[in-house]
């Protein structure tokens, strides 16, 4: 297993309503939990029921009603380019720019001098396995080639901590399964924090040291799994007892709260 630090994530009694007047929508109510550093958490739950939205308010995209998100015990209120870097689903690279140049935009935004940003880029595209491809543009790359710009992108900025919004959701099944297994290996070179969404309980479970499993809307955690199988992961676990177990549990977790909803078992 791997070594897990203090808290460097902590969220408190985190709610959000969104609208006024006579039809407010709940979408999260008395969200709580702590992720420790250097660990890899997931988060599940049925479709609607807030995950998507508590990742916005960790990142400092959209504020909380209630509670907060603490980050190193400072109180999430804006983004923090320096210790949060988020990847989506959807790439979101700008198609007139190569590889490299996607990788590199932000650090220019941050004001990061030419030769850095040119080393921090090719570190990270060589980290990705696309050492060979820094100069090809995105409709020169497969789904999975452009995921793997984006999470390049958030590991050049040298964040503390990762939050993926369902980032290999749009990739067929065998290229989802490649990109989980290299992603944990990013995950073992980097030490980097992640949080993770995801609607797979497969995944959730294989890639994981804890998985956090949301009730239907409005979103609360109803319970944390440890998954104690050993590192490195192989995917032969996937078969095994333990994983079958856990699987199950939070199968029946879900199934329990009545949600409705796209979780893939």
């Known amino acids: 297993m791997n070594a897990i630090g203090a808290p460097v994530i902590e969220a408190k009694t985190v709610g959000k309503t969104y609208g006024v007047g006579r039809a407010p929508v709940r979408a999260l109510d008395g969200v709580s939990f702590a992720v420790p550093e250097a660990a890899f958490v997931s988060?599940?739950?049925?479709?609607?029921?807030?995950?998507?939205?508590?990742?916005?308010?960790?990142?400092?995209?959209?504020p909380s009603t209630e509670g907060e998100v603490l980050i190193d015990r400072e109180r999430v209120a804006k983004p923090m380019p320096g210790k949060i870097a988020i990847v989506f689903q959807d790439a979101t690279l700008l198609p007139w720019k190569t590889a490299r140049a996607n990788v590199e935009f932000p650090l220019e935004l941050q004001g990061i001098g030419a030769a850095e940003r040119r080393r921090r880029s090719d570190d990270m595209l060589n980290l990705v396995g696309l050492g060979d491809f820094t100069e090809r543009f995105p409709h020169e790359l497969s789904g999975g080639m452009k995921q793997r710009v984006s999470i390049a992108r958030g590991l050049a900025q040298e964040p503390r901590i990762i939050l993926m919004d369902e980032p290999f959701g749009a990739l067929d099944e065998q290229t989802r399964i490649k990109m989980g297994q290299?992603?944990?290996?990013?995950?073992?070179?980097?030490?980097?924090t992640i949080f993770l969404i995801t609607h797979s309980l497969t995944e959730a479970i294989y890639l994981s040291d804890r998985v956090l499993v949301m009730s239907h809307r409005p979103g609360r955690i109803v319970e944390t799994l440890t998954i104690d199988l050993p590192r490195p992961r192989t995917y032969d676990m996937i078969g095994g007892v333990e994983f079958g177990r856990a699987r199950n549990r939070i199968w029946?977790?879900?199934?329990?709260?009545?949600?409705?909803?796209?979780?893939?078992?």
Do not use: F, H, N
């Not at 988060?43 to 959209?62: E, N, R, W």
């Open 43 to 62: 988060l599940v739950g049925p479709s609607g029921c807030g995950k998507s939205t508590l990742l916005q308010i960790m990142g400092g995209l959209v």
């Open 252 to 265: 029946s977790l879900i199934t329990a709260d009545e949600a409705e909803g796209a979780v893939e078992p």
């Open 182 to 192: 290299e992603l944990l290996r990013i995950w073992e070179a980097t030490r980097k």
